[in-house]
């Protein structure tokens, strides 16, 4: 059985450019780090990092401001 992944919810303060938040977060602990990525959560609500499994969501009714 595997275990359930971690999620994680944002909000539009959150998101970093064009929609996107970094993984690992600042909340993480050293020694499970992995590089850097760029998740994309503006276009779906959510994304996954493809290194660790979690999940970063958009807060429910969040609203994001076009640019």
């Known amino acids: 059985m595997s275990k359930p992944a971690n999620?994680?919810?944002v909000g539009?303060?959150?998101l970093q450019g064009p929609?996107?938040?970094s993984c690992p977060n600042t909340?993480?602990?050293l020694?499970?780090?992995h590089p850097r990525?760029?998740?994309d959560v503006a276009s779906t609500g959510e994304g996954k990092c493809s290194y660790c499994g979690?999940?970063?969501r958009l807060k429910t009714?969040?609203?994001l401001h076009a640019h």
């Open 7 to 9: 999620v994680i919810e």
């Open 12 to 14: 539009a303060k959150d």
């Open 19 to 21: 929609g996107v938040v």
């Open 27 to 29: 909340k993480t602990a």
């Open 31 to 33: 020694w499970s780090e």
């Open 37 to 39: 990525v760029f998740i």
């Open 54 to 56: 979690t999940v970063y």
């Open 61 to 63: 009714g969040e609203k």
